[in-house]
């Protein structure tokens, strides 16, 4: 059985977004901080709501749910995308794939 390039695409970014993860729950210290370069640095802290913890109030359960829908939703666009349009088809198989690394944290880990 060959496995579709973007499906592949999808697996290798949770790869990625798990490795990264587990690289930062090791190795930086928590809300703490570590400058990388004068404008930027990195803040190792959970997110437990959406983006920057917006609707954190929402609990565990609804923002697995709404994690749930919103992946199938860019499924549909995905599945609903004309072959021909390749850049839209990345798009939708790196949303899912980061969408499916936050599920995983939020399902195996609670943030």
């Not at 809300?31 to 920057?52: C, D, H, K, Q, S």
Request: hydrophobic residues 60%.
């Amino acid at each position: 059985m060959r496995i579709p390039p973007l499906a592949l695409l999808v697996i290798f970014c949770i790869a990625v977004d798990q490795a990264i993860k587990r690289w930062v729950e090791t190795f930086l210290t928590f809300e703490e901080l570590v400058p990388v370069l004068p404008f930027l640095g990195l803040y190792r802290t959970w997110n437990v709501g959406i983006a920057f913890s917006f609707l954190a109030d929402f609990g565990p359960a609804m923002l697995i749910g709404m994690t749930i829908a919103i992946i199938a939703f860019v499924g549909w666009l995905w599945y609903r995308a004309d072959a021909g349009k390749l850049y839209a088809r990345i798009g939708f198989a790196l949303i899912i794939g980061g969408a499916l690394g936050n599920l995983t944290d939020r399902v195996f880990y609670g943030h």
